[in-house]
């Protein structure tokens, strides 16, 4: 049985995820005009199978690999986001709001992978080799 923090990763990431859409669909325009419509359905799919993959492997199948995988793309995201926050709220504050609670919905979900009964449960898949 997955524990409590596990399921709250999971729920936090999707919910993350859900927001990102979101943004997406508030700046379709302004998106579609600097890259065009092709390029930003290309990344948001890509993103959206990178981020349900890796749901799917740290909360489903307890891969400790997914779980680090995870924790460093959230970490070079979260740099990667650092240079935009003044531009998000100068340009469009509720997309500024709305990447900011993103951006800290991922934080939440990672740091849950860290506490007690989460490092148990992946030691614990580690040892039966479901890792």
Known sequence: MRPPSVRAFEAL???SLAIGLTVTAL?????TREVGPGLVL???GATVLVVLGGVFLVARRGSN?????VTVMFG???IAYIPQVAFLFSGQPTVGLLGAVQV????????M??????KLWFRNRRSEGEA
């Open 76 to 78: 070079i995201g979260f």
């Open 113 to 118: 992978l860290f506490r007690p009964d989460a």
């Open 42 to 44: 290309l990344v948001q």
């Open 104 to 111: 800290m919905l991922q934080l939440s979900a990672v740091l």
């Open 13 to 15: 990431i999707l919910l």
């Open 27 to 31: 700046t379709w325009a302004d998106l």
């Open 65 to 69: 690999i997914a779980r680090w995988a």
